[in-house]
């Protein structure tokens, strides 16, 4: 039995090999190495391929391996290491390498190439990967190679470095390249050595390289699952329910290209029926299959400015799982009641036949219920668009009633040409077509979360907790000097924070105070605890509209094929059961994460690329933060957000106060406030880091601030402690400034 390592990337599987520590001991008939166990299995002729990057070539008598071990000294005074997977005890005396700082001693864990010398073997180690008791481990990094005089510097990749990393062998890397590095060593005696070059520096080859291999999201799919992809059976019309003369449609983006929902809405006595039609991933992706276990691997797909990284193989999200208008397409129905005031009274989910009507778009679906028909939507508005409003409608009562969060929290929108080049950068349009699509979509997911639980199936929740209570203590007193409250945590409802942003709202604090309410949520997850979702203010919530690009979603399907006895297969196995769905549970919200945070690392270097035009210009930006670092300020127009070093400020001594939502001058009284809007020139644009630099540029001094001098001697006083005497003036009510030739240095 093969216990789980999710260092081996992609997984382990079928017809797969692997062991612990080779030895090359032969030249085969066409000139290949062979090689066999090195520690006295029956030889084996396991023939080796090809690897540039182990230099010099491996020769007979070389082995080879993955990670050693020091356990002993030797009696010649020598340390001695062995395989660190727990092979058998083989004695491997460790070579000396002083760029290794500090030594190895016992315990600790280093990548090396083992050499057979007489009738011992040898390791010359190049890299410590853990110090014993797993106190550190060597890490993996990405940056560009930087020549400064006649030494060259590896640049990291990431924002918060601290340093540069001298570089002591380049290879053939060359000023400008790209580079992978593993930072050996520890604190000060770290180096960085480069294991992998990528050439000059490309921000597309920069997203593929750095940010999907720093997150393990691949792109390519096993040869297994493209074998399994091309022998997807045909569906079967038999036991299925015949929607193709309903008219449901697509909704979806501009440039979307896979459409896995369809929307159908019908004016009754006592309200709507609803149709929502979910693309039938689960009769493709049978559980256990090649598919299913890289769809699980995957957990979701990922969306970056340039590309897609699917969860599912392009023949199924763009082509049978996607609801073509006027192509037959096998579907998950959910069939919903609802009255006038928008209370969901009674569902039911079957399998279903569908035929989508038309492809619409958010932009042209609100066009045409504000009026502006195209050739498409003016024959579909009386029959299919103006009902569907009117159930939105609806449904949107029961949304205001029960108090759902109502946060806007505005998103970018990156387009990026074929060539990689940006286009444009805009703030994405919101319309009520969105929200229509939304609450259509919340509906059919609180059905699922429903049938499954009334069946006693295991069900995946989508979980939003309350926000923890040390937050809300946290952000007590600066709500107390603006006269505002919440009540105690375990009475809080979303429409708590509702209010909040209404009385904010008319003294221009409500971006601010949004901030702020965005950043106590809870982070939501999945899991098979029944605990609601606090945003959307329902307690029973799962996600079941895309099992295109999302497994939780696909789960919720095979449940509710088992709750329903549905034809054709694909169902939740038997031993699925809560401890599975933990599991699961656990992968799927990492991976979620993990996407996120590409998606973020991404969209930073972007639009640090496509600002880089704009340095030198000022710009109105918004306080998104304020650390004894400086103040983070964000462009909202562009969706970016940089720093302004607290050195660009004006000499003083600055406090942070009312848990850190403001940085307060003691000399000055100058103040800065979460939520403010101050003016900051941008000096600085880095696509490889992501980051973006401002100064901070004072609204009566203007352009000619910066030309003054340094600003003299910044610190961060501690609440409480008493103002140094005072060593400039101040003329304005708030406003500290320097007189020219007055600089402090």
Not at 346 to 370: C, G, H, M, N, P
Not at 414 to 442: N, P, R, T
Not at 551 to 563: S, V
Request: glycine residues 8%; proline residues 6%.
């Amino acid at each position: 039995y093969v216990a789980s390592n999710k260092k081996i990337k992609p997984p382990l599987e079928i017809g797969d090999c692997f062991t612990r520590l080779l030895e090359v001991y032969d030249v085969g008939s066409g000139g290949d190495l062979v090689a066999r166990p090195a520690d006295g299995s029956p030889a084996l002729r396991i023939y080796v391929a090809s690897n540039k990057k182990i230099k010099p070539p491996l020769e007979i008598g070389d082995c080879f391996t993955r990670l050693l071990e020091v356990y002993d000294v030797g009696s010649g005074g020598d340390l001695v290491a062995r395989p660190a997977d727990g092979s058998p005890a083989l004695r491997i005396y460790v070579a000396s390498n002083k760029k290794i700082k500090p030594p190895l001693e016992i315990g600790d864990c280093f990548l090396g190439r083992v050499k057979r010398v007489g009738g011992d073997l040898w390791a010359k180690p190049f890299a410590r990967t853990s110090k014993a008791g797993g106190e550190t481990e060597a890490e993996k990094i990405f940056g560009v190679v930087e020549r400064r005089g006649n030494e060259y510097y590896l640049r990291p990749s990431q924002k918060n470095a601290l340093l540069d990393y001298l570089l002591d062998d380049i290879g053939k890397c060359r000023d400008g390249d790209f580079v992978a590095a593993m930072l050996i060593g520890e604190r000060k005696f770290k180096q960085a050595r480069i294991f992998k070059n990528y050439g000059p520096f490309d921000l597309n080859k920069a997203v593929s390289c750095l940010v999907l291999d720093k997150y393990g999201i691949g792109c390519d799919f096993p040869e297994a699952v493209g074998k399994e992809t091309a022998r997807c059976p045909k569906f079967s019309k038999k036991g299925r329910a015949d929607l193709t003369s309903v008219p449901l449609v697509t909704i979806d983006g501009d440039d979307s290209k896979d459409f896995d929902d369809a929307v159908y809405a019908e004016r009754t006595a006592s309200g709507f029926n609803l149709i929502v039609a979910i693309a039938d991933v689960a009769f493709y992706v049978r559980p256990g299959s090649a598919l299913d276990r890289e769809a699980y691997r995957r957990g979701n797909s990922v969306y970056l400015p340039n590309m897609v990284v699917p969860m599912l193989p392009e023949k199924l999200s763009n082509d049978l799982c996607s609801l073509k208008p006027k192509v037959e397409r096998a579907a998950i129905a959910c069939f919903m009641k609802i009255d006038r005031s928008g209370n969901l009274k009674s569902y039911e989910f079957k399998r279903a036949v569908i035929k989508s009507a038309a492809r619409l778009t958010y932009r042209e679906v609100q066009d045409a219920f504000d009026g502006r028909f195209n050739a498409q939507t003016s024959g579909l508005f009386t029959t299919v668009i103006q009902p569907l409003y009117e159930a939105y409608f609806a449904l949107d009562k029961a949304r205001k009633k029960r108090g759902a969060l109502e946060l806007d929290v505005p998103e970018v929108k990156i387009k990026v040409g074929k060539d990689g080049l940006i286009q444009s950068v805009s703030k994405a349009e919101h319309y009520a077509s969105h929200s229509l699509v939304e609450e259509f979509m919340i509906n059919a997911n609180v059905a699922a979360a429903r049938v499954l639980a009334a069946q006693n199936l295991p069900v995946m929740y989508r979980v939003h907790e309350k926000p923890l209570k040390e937050k809300l203590d946290e952000i007590e007193p600066l709500l107390r000097s603006l006269r505002l409250k919440l009540p105690e945590q375990p009475a809080l409802k979303p429409a708590h924070f509702n209010r909040l942003l209404e009385a904010c709202a008319g003294k221009g604090w409500s971006a601010g105070i949004g901030n702020l309410i965005l950043r106590l949520q809870a982070q939501a997850r999945y899991s098979p605890e029944h605990l609601g979702h606090f945003g959307l203010g329902l307690a029973d919530y799962a996600h079941f509209t895309s099992p295109i690009r999302r497994y939780a979603d696909l789960l919720i399907h095979r449940a509710l094929i088992k709750a329903y006895n549905m034809p054709d297969g694909g169902g939740l196995e038997d031993n699925a059961d809560r401890g599975l769905f933990e599991q699961i549970g656990e992968h799927i919200s990492a991976t979620e994460r993990q996407a996120v945070c590409a998606e973020r690392e991404t969209v930073a270097r972007f639009l640090s690329a496509y600002m880089q035009p704009a340095l030198g210009s000022d710009f109105d930006v918004k306080i998104s933060g304020l650390t004894s670092a400086g103040i983070f300020a964000a462009v909202e127009s562009l969706g970016a957000e940089g720093l302004i070093p607290i050195r660009t400020l004006p000499d003083d001594d600055y406090q942070l106060r009312n848990c850190g939502f403001e940085l307060f001058g003691t000399r000055s009284g100058r103040t800065f406030m979460f939520g403010d809007v101050i003016r900051a020139r941008l000096t600085e644009a880095s696509p490889v880091t992501g980051g973006l630099i401002f100064k901070y540029v004072d609204e009566h001094d203007g352009v000619d601030y910066f030309e003054k001098g340094s600003r003299g001697s910044f610190r961060i006083v501690p609440p409480g402690a008493a103002p140094e005497p005072e060593r400039g003036k101040a003329r304005g009510r708030r406003k500290a400034k320097l007189k020219p030739g007055k600089s402090k240095k």
